[in-house]
């Protein structure tokens, strides 16, 4: 009886790994989904949106900014401190709250005809800010008005207390004294929360359409059964394609590493009061943690895949399994919480807290770092064990 030598039965594993990777190298559309949609033109999408967004709010800052006033005849001192603080008094029109909402403008001024009667009476008068809050763009916008006409309100009161023999102090018994604690790169959160999230989902990605082929593809091509023919035992096939996915999902990690800390040096956060610090040290964090996490993300992908009996099936499947790694991301948007130490065991849970620690210029703890990385290989080993119950089926290699 003819038996395979045993050196070759050792290197079985190996094999299975350099095949999968040099075809899949061949194939156009799982390099560009690996190393470069994901990886490369996600980092820059993101930057430019930030900065085309940053830019938009920066020019109703610094920029002259037209409003249309209401009734400027009745207050010819409140629009020269408008004026001075940069705003471009318009023409009043007729019906504000239908431009507001319509966005032919971001805030209308309205004064009230009895606005100098009650001046000259030393009673209080009130403008009106109409603006529309749903519209994110016209925030700027608002709160720049809206500081002008409260500072000029406060210097006015408090010349009326002194016209009166009184300390302006007088209408402000108790004032508050903010401390924000909050460092500069602390502060970067705020804008960059969204990283875990587009981190993991560039490892799902990158290795997605490597899973496909390697299950579903090769099953509807009908090479499995030759493969699973071969005297090798099935869980060395499994694990050399899990290899050659975890490859290409660390690749596309890699990149996207890279590419975040060049292009993050063009997003102008130091106008914001923030600093953001992704170098070699940030990188080699989450590049330890996503490595428990790649495998269980490999694993799963050819675990679901195995059950689709053709490509496009296993693309619709895998589709669905993408909407894993938001759960922590949208969970933590509406329900924030302060993270525990058990927390960091907890697959894609523990990489966000950890990643968003970062971020903040807090270090990691060994501790922390060893709950994340064991918590997700558990979940990891179990994810294989099952796969490779799968692989042991005489099903998996039939097309139909």
Known sequence: ??????????????????????????????????????????????????????????DKIDKPLPVPV???????????????????????????????RQQENDVVLRIAPDYASSWRKGEPVQVELIYDSSQRDANPAVERVSQLVETYARQQGAMRLVARGLSPGTAVPVSVARRDQATAQARGVLMFGMLPYFFVLTMFMGGMYLAIDLTAGERERQSLEPLFANPVPRWKILLGKLAAISVFSTVSLLISLVAFSVVGHFVPVEKLGMELEMGPRFGAHVLLMALPLIVLL??????????????????????????VPIIPSALLSVLPIKAQDWMYAVPLLGQHFGIMQLLR????????????MAGSAAAALLAVLITAQLYRSERLAISS
Request: proline share 6%.
């Open 70 to 100: 209401i009734g400027s005849e009745y207050a010819p001192n409140l629009l020269q401190a408008l004026k001075a603080g940069g705003i471009v008094p318009g023409p009043a029109i007729a019906n504000p709250e239908l431009s507001v």
């Open 1 to 58: 009886m003819h038996t395979t030598p045993a050196p070759i039965r050792s290197r079985a594993l190996f094999t299975v790994f350099l095949k999968e990777v040099r075809e899949n190298l061949r194939d156009r559309r799982t390099l560009i989904s690996a190393l470069l949609t994901g990886p490369l033109l996600g980092p820059l999408v993101f930057v430019m949106l930030i900065n085309v967004s940053l830019q938009r709010q920066f």
């Open 298 to 323: 490999a694993a799963l992908q050819s675990m679901v895949a195995a059950f689709a009996k053709s490509y496009r099936e296993a693309q619709s499947y895998l589709s669905l399994l993408m909407l």
């Open 361 to 372: 210029g807090d270090s990691l703890s060994l501790h922390q770092l060893g709950l994340c």
